[in-house]
Structure formats: structure tokens, C-alpha cells
Nanobody, 124 residues
């Protein structure tokens, strides 16, 4: 069974950067499309960024375009989310999720496996 572990969250000042990692074990990650989701207190879960199993196709929610970059290294069984120009509205728990498919989907319900989440707090 695929297991996902996120890391890289923390406290950062507005305008700063963080790189989240999603490390997989139990099965080769290159069979899975990956999504990064986030949930802020009192808000619905939101899909942030997605990447196909090969890494050839990516997608971003409008609010993070030009600031976040998703990538993957299938040899390392790891997916990354580089987050730049962070602002307080990016504060949330960030989750990675895997779907056994070549292309991504923006619906969280379509994903089969989820990590435990990593907290990102943007504050001065």
C-alpha cells in the first residue's frame, strides 16, 4: 500500500519561501498522479496544484499561479511543491494525495492515498 509523508512546512514571513516534499513508500510513485491540497481553519479543503504521473502536465489554482511550482522526481519517489512569495492567505495544512492514474484530477475524492499533512504558517 502506498504511504505518503509530507515535510517542509513551518513558519515563514510574508514574501518568504518554503519547499514542501511528499515522499512515497510502498509502491513506485510513477504510477500515480499527485495533488497538493490545503485546508485552512474554518475553510473547505482546496486543491492547490497537480502533476501527472510522468510530470509532463501540471495545473495550479489561480491564487498560486506564478508563485508555486510543482515537480516530481520519480527516481526518488518524491513530489515537491516550491512555494514563493508566500502571503498570510497561504496559511493552511498542506496535504499531498496520490491517484492511480496518469493524469491529475482536481477533485479530492478521486485520490486514493493521503499524507498526514504539514502545517504552513505565513505571519510576521
Amino acid at each position: 500500500q502506498l504511504q505518503l509523508v509530507e515535510s517542509g512546512g513551518g513558519l515563514v514571513q510574508p514574501g518568504g519561501s518554503l519547499r514542501l516534499s511528499c515522499a512515497a513508500s510502498g509502491f513506485p510513485l510513477d504510477y500515480y498522479a499527485i495533488g497538493w491540497f490545503r485546508q485552512a481553519p474554518g475553510k473547505e479543503r482546496e486543491g492547490v496544484s497537480f502533476i501527472s504521473s510522468s510530470g509532463g502536465a501540471t495545473n495550479y489554482v489561480n491564487s498560486v499561479k506564478q508563485r508555486f511550482t510543482i515537480s516530481r522526481d520519480n527516481a526518488k519517489n518524491t513530489v515537491y511543491l516550491q512555494m514563493d512569495s508566500l502571503n498570510p492567505e497561504d496559511t493552511a495544512v498542506y496535504y499531498c494525495a496520490a491517484m492511480f492514474a496518469s493524469n491529475w484530477c482536481t477533485l479530492g475524492a478521486s485520490y486514493d492515498y493521503w499524507g498526514q499533512g504539514t502545517q504552513v504558517t505565513v505571519s510576521s
